[in-house]
Structure formats: structure tokens, C-alpha cells
RNA sequence: GGAGGCGUCGCCUAGUUAGGUCUAUGGCGCCCGCCUGCUAAGCGGGUUGAGGGCUUCAACCCUCUCGUGGGUUCAAAUCCCACCGCCUCCGCCA
């Protein structure tokens, strides 16, 4: 069921925003055509069923002599009905379809232009200078295997390119960053789940993951479920079908999965070590909230990725994304960008997207607020993506012997404050 | 995987064996009122939810809702089919 108050909002802003996206404006007057011939079909089916109801209890109550003819005029009235009910679900299910391809309306402050046209927001931090420290930065990968961390060969030879595995301290590395991030987040008043990273189409579709980026998603067809690429798909799932209590909003969660993308459109790109892989584990954060309350939720989300990058000592940029580069959920999304001193480049290791009530509605999440019923907002954030912030990690705390010292908050979760290159 | 049982309006529950004011029973809980110095008890009333219409609000009207989706029928909580979920037992397994 979506929410049809959607579309009757404002079409001029439903137009607007499909500009913005590079998107049809069409797309927008199909969708107020296939709305209102779904209503006309509604209304035309509930007073023929008031009619059938009424009829039905005559029949009920008729004397002998005049059921025969009530029962061949009810008969009559039984087609006419199930016309209109046939003519009615096919009415729904083109709206449906319809606003299933529409793509949230971007907010009007986001920068236009595509996948170059982000702003950078804010630079924290600054690179160290290998130069002047008298070596050259060794990347993630040599660093990992001098360290014993991670092996990219076995992970080919088991599970082919884009594998890995974390071996020794990297695997322990992993988990102590997984306990520091739940740590903080649970700090900051998440709620932490572990979630399935096993969906069935309605979560995956609902949380816009079937649009453009369907041919990143790996499907199960056996058993018609997908593998998520993130735990957004499971946490915002959890509250499809529900009304919640709008007084006990914002609801925040911490879910921790397995990510998994088929990287289907990027043969060739950044192939050497995990920065792009198949398979990881992240700890995301996700916010239901009113929809009032979205931008500040947004600016939250934003605030805890900042203060856990720098935290973990780690020179990074803010960007804002622009809008033909949102995807198809968000009305606005802020990356944050981690150096990395083998590339000399800034490259991702967070994002947030406000989805407004974009998957609310597709998912048919609601809330009971003082004036009635309508749908919450969702906003999602990374909170540490594993492979990339030990990317981040190991490059930036590297010394000249290959050896890696450990930022002081992991220290507790890790127990050493130094990772030396193993001596075989 | 095999066998059996069960899904009713917050919770419990009647109704399903002969389909028809079921326009869903009763209890608990909750809300309002009465009573009371206060509380409890007692008494009276209300209470499934969603969508839409009308509307200042309220009232009122219509549709949908008995796990979900189909089917049979003039008419389905009730009959038929499929699916989903839960429980018990067996097998297998972490």
C-alpha cells in the first residue's frame, strides 16, 4: 500500500525536482492521470459494493415468492461488482508501478551537476607528509601482508576477485574497530541490532535498492531473497507495516552486517587490495523520524561520522553530493572522504542520505502524529565501513618499518598499541 | 525434510460442525462520567484499526479489515485452493 497523499501534494514540485534529478518531468502527469483514475475506479467500486451489501441482506430477509427475483437482480449486480473490482486492483496497480520509479525529490539547496559537482564542506585534519618524515607511504595492501593482515591471494583462489580475507591482527584489527564503533554509537543513544543480510524484494524494493542500482545487488533466485549491500535495507524494513507512537520518535538504530555488492559497473576500477570489494562488514546508523525533523536528524548522523573519523585519526573531507549523484532515495546525502596517502587523494568512507519520506512510503511506515496519520522520515549514515577505514587506518599511522601504530581509542578493544610486521 | 495442531478488533476469547441483521460475543485492560474527604471497590457509558467523504470542531456516511492471496456463491470469519507465520513431535544440524 503506498500512501497516495504523495502525488496530491504538489506536482509543481514533484516537476521541479524531477529537473533537478535529469529526470522526466512526464513521469509526473502519468502519475496524477493513473492517480486519479484510480480514485474514480475506487469510488465507482465502493458505492456498486454498498449497493451488493444492501441487496444481499433483502435476499436474505425476502419471502418466498420474491427471492427468485431479488436473487436474479443480485446476480446481475455480482458482475457488475467484480467489473469494477477487476477495473479498480488494475487502476492501483499502475499507480503503483508507476510511483514505485519515481525517485525522491531532491532538496533545493543541493548542488546541481553529476558525479563532480559535489562541495567540499569542510577539510578536518592534515595529511602527514611522508616526504619530510624521510619515506615513502607503503599502500594498504603491502602494509597488511607485512603485517600478516590480509591475504588477497587466498581470498581469489576461494572466493575469487574482490575477496579477501583478514588474517591475525587484521582480523583483530576488525573487531576491536566493530566494538568501538558499537561503543560509541550505543553511546550516542543507538539501539544496536545485528540484522539479516538476507532480504526478501519487498525490503530491497522499498528501500529503493531495485531502481538504477539493481545490477549491484546479488539475488538468491532459488529463493527469491537478495544479499543487502547494506543493513539500511533490514533496519528500515523492520518498521515496514507499522504505525509507530510519534511520541517516541526519533527511533535510532545501530545495525551491524555483512555488505555485499556485485561492483557490476566497475570492472578495472580500484582493483588492487579491499578498498572495492565484494564483501564487507559495516556498522551503519539509521534514524526514523518526523519529517520536520529530518534535516537536524541529517546534521546528527553527519556529526557522529565526523567526531568518529577524527577520532581515529584520520585527515578528512566533508563533501555534499550533487544532485544527479544521489541515487534514487536520497533528497540529500554528505559523503565523508578519508585520505589516503598512497593515492595522495581523498576517498570514501562514510555517507549519509536523508531519504526523507521516500522508503517510509514504500515500505508503508507511519506514525500517529497529533494531526493523524502519516509517513515518518528515514535517514541512514556509515558509521565505520571495515575494509575502508582499515584502509584508513594502516596507511595513515604507518611508520617506516612497516609497522602501524594503533590510534589510542582502539587501543582498549585491540590491546596493543602497535602492530609490527611479523617476522616470517 | 516428514507428521500433526493453531492463526478472530491491545491481550484473552465466543462464533467455523447446517454460509444470510456477524453491522463479530464476552472478559481483561484502557478512556469518560457518577459515587467518595482521598484512594480502592462499586455503578453507568465508551473502546479494532486503516482508507475515503463531509466538516470549524464534533457528529455522521461509505469501503476495507477475522494471518495473506485467490476461488465458489446473490451472499464467506464460516466452504475450496495456494501461500505465510507460530507451536508440538520425528529426522538432520550450528
Redesign the pocket.
Known sequence: ?I???LIRTDPDSLRAAQRARGESEGLVDELITADEAR?GA??R???L??Q??????Q???ASAESRPGL?AQ??D??ET??AAEQET?QAEARFTELLMTLPNPVFDDVPQGGEDDFHVLQTVGTPRDFAAEGFEARDHLELGELLGAIDMDRGAKVSGSRFYFLTGVGALLELALTQYAVSRAVEWGFNPMIVPSLVKPSAMDGTGFLGQSAQDVYYLPADDLYLVGTSEVALAAYHSDE?LDAEKLPLRYMGYSPCFRREAGSYGKDTRGIFRVHWFDKVEMFVYCRPEDSEAEHAKILDFEKSFIESLGIPFQVLEVASGDLGMSAARKYDCYGWVPSQQRYREITSTSNCTQFQARRLNI?A?YED???PVATLNGTLCAMTRMIIMILENNQNPDGSVTVPEPLRPFLGREVLTPSAG
Open positions: 500500500m500512501d497516495p497523499k480514485r475506487i469510488a467500486f465502493e458505492a459494493r454498498a451488493q451489501k444492501d441487496m444481499g441482506r435476499v436474505a430477509r436473487l443480485a446476480k449486480l455480482a461488482v467484480k486492483s504505525i507511519r500517529r493523524g496519520v502519516g
